[in-house]
């Protein structure tokens, strides 16, 4: 069975860093893409960064509003993928999810973890 | 940036009802497509990718159809589990990007 669990979040005040992590099990980890996307409170879905399998060299991209101050990054002897954010701003605010993405595919997801809220305040 | 635009943003439907939600991209994205449920503080469930590719274990009643920029997402009876947020995502190109969200709610 395929799963992904996070950890890391939680309450942040403006310019600090934090770190999200994805456990994964029950898939070839390497074979995989990963995405991370967010949700803010009461708004919809975006999309932030994504990172290729072992096949591409782990190759990244990023949403505008991260670029330059998230990495997303992956350890493939671990079934880990992480998610550093610095800089935090209050936009960053809202829950955080890790994604495998779909075999073949750039980012449709067909597994999320169960999600973490991260919350920018001072 | 590939903009996705969703209509209706709301509907309210019975039980047995069909259900049409549409989503065009601002430039073609050949079948590219994906379709999310997300029910409140529930975490998003894929239901087709390629625009008409039904996800393992997601029910018949849904599908999806379309290519180039042009969208549907059908219920074909609505139950009472299908109430929730309906999202659109292209995969087309980075960034990915979103529709709106569609909420189906109760008649």
Sequence with gaps: EVQLVQSGGGLVQPGRSLRLSCT????????YAMSWFRQAPGKGLEWIAFIRGKAY?????YAASVKGRFTISRDDSKSIAYLQMNSLIIEDTAVYFCTRVL???LGEAD???????????? | DIQMTQSPSSVSASVGDRVTITCRASQGISSWLAWYQQKPGKVPKLLIFAASNLQSGV????????SGTDFTLTISSLQPEDFATYYCQQAHRFPL??????TVEIK
């Excluded at chain 1, 060299?57 to 991209?61: A, F, K, N």
């Excluded at chain 2, 990007?97 to 569609?102: K, L, Y």
Aim: hydrophobic share 25%; glycine share 24%; charged share 10%.
């Design chain 1, 24 to 31: 994964t099990s029950g898939f070839t980890f390497g074979d």
């Design chain 1, 57 to 61: 060299d782990g190759t990244t991209e």
């Design chain 1, 103 to 105: 075999h073949g595919s």
């Design chain 1, 111 to 122: 597994h999320w973890a169960q999600g973490t809220l991260v919350a920018v305040s001072s």
């Design chain 2, 59 to 66: 029910p018949s009643r849904f599908s999806g159809s379309g």
């Design chain 2, 97 to 102: 990007t979103f529709g709106g969200g569609t």
